[in-house]
T-cell receptor
Framework: DSGVTQTPKHLITATGQRVTLRCSPR?????VYWYQQSLDQGLQFLIQ???????AKGNILERFSAQQFPDLHSELNLSSLELGDSALYFC?????????????FGAGTRLSVL | GENVEQHPSTLSVQEGDSAVIKCTYS??????FPWYKQELGKRPQLIID?????GEKKDQRIAVTLNKTAKHFSLHITETQPEDSAVYFC??????????FGTGTRLTVIP
C-alpha cells in the first residue's frame, strides 16, 4: 500500500456527464500529481498541485480541472465526457523534503464512458 | 519540456535470460533517474533509481546505469523471472519535478 488513496475505484458514466475523482495523498506529502493512462498507453501527465497551488500543467483538456484543498486532498473534475476519456486515472504524491521527488501512486480510478 | 524515449517498446525474453531497457532524455539539467514498474492492473511503483553523480547502481537482480554525456540511462534485469513481466517506465527528473514518463516498455518473461 502506497499510502495514496483514490476514490472511487471504478466509475461508469455516459457521454456528456461530469464526474469527480478524489485523491488523498500520503500523510505529509504536499505535492499531488494527476495522470491519465489509456489502454496500453503510457502515463500522460495532466496537472500538479503543491500545497494548494497549481505548480505545473501538462496536456490537460479544458473540459478537465483540478484543485487541491487545505487538507491537501485533491479532486479532478472531468466534464462533457467523451468516449475517448475512458481511461485509468492515477493520482500520485511526493514529499517536498524528498530531493529525489519519488512519486507514490494511488491504485487509480478506472473511468468508463459509455 | 523534457523529451523522453524508451527502447524497445516491447521485449520478450526466456526465463533466466537478461533484459535491458534504454531511456534517452533531452534535458541536460536532469539529475535524478528513476525506473518504475507497473504490473498488469496495478499502480506504477519505483523499483530503482540513480543520481547524476553515480554511474551505476545495483539492487539484487536489477541495476541501472547512467551515461550523462550521451543522455541515456538503462535498466538491466538479470536472471529474469515470470514475475518480472510488467511495463517499465523511466522518468528522468530535472529540478523539483518528474513529470515526464517514458513511453513504457512491456517486458514479457516466457517460462
Amino acid at each position: 500500500d502506497s499510502g495514496v488513496t483514490q476514490t472511487p475505484k471504478h466509475l461508469i458514466t455516459a457521454t456528456g456527464q461530469r464526474v469527480t475523482l478524489r485523491c488523498s495523498p500520503r500523510s505529509g506529502d504536499l505535492s499531488v500529481y494527476w495522470y491519465q493512462q489509456s489502454l496500453d498507453q503510457g502515463l500522460q501527465f495532466l496537472i500538479q498541485y503543491y500545497n494548494g497551488e497549481e505548480r505545473a500543467k501538462g496536456n490537460i483538456l479544458e473540459r478537465f480541472s483540478a484543485q487541491q484543498f487545505p487538507d491537501l486532498h485533491s479532486e479532478l473534475n472531468l466534464s462533457s465526457l467523451e468516449l475517448g476519456d475512458s481511461a485509468l486515472y492515477f493520482c500520485a504524491s511526493s514529499a517536498r523534503s524528498d530531493s529525489k521527488n519519488i512519486q507514490y501512486f494511488g491504485a487509480g480510478t478506472r473511468l468508463s464512458v459509455l | 519540456g523534457e523529451n523522453v524515449e524508451q527502447h524497445p517498446s516491447t521485449l520478450s525474453v526466456q526465463e533466466g535470460d537478461s533484459a535491458v531497457i534504454k531511456c534517452t532524455y533531452s534535458d541536460s539539467a536532469s539529475n535524478y533517474f528513476p525506473w518504475y514498474k507497473q504490473e498488469l492492473g496495478k499502480r506504477p511503483q519505483l523499483i530503482i533509481d540513480i543520481r547524476s553523480n553515480v554511474g551505476e547502481k545495483k539492487d539484487q537482480r536489477i541495476a541501472v546505469t547512467l551515461n550523462k554525456t550521451a543522455k541515456h540511462f538503462s535498466l538491466h534485469i538479470t536472471e529474469t523471472q515470470p514475475e518480472d513481466s510488467a511495463v517499465y517506465f523511466c522518468a528522468p527528473v530535472a529540478g523539483a519535478n518528474n513529470l515526464f514518463f517514458g513511453t513504457g516498455t512491456r517486458l514479457t518473461v516466457i517460462p
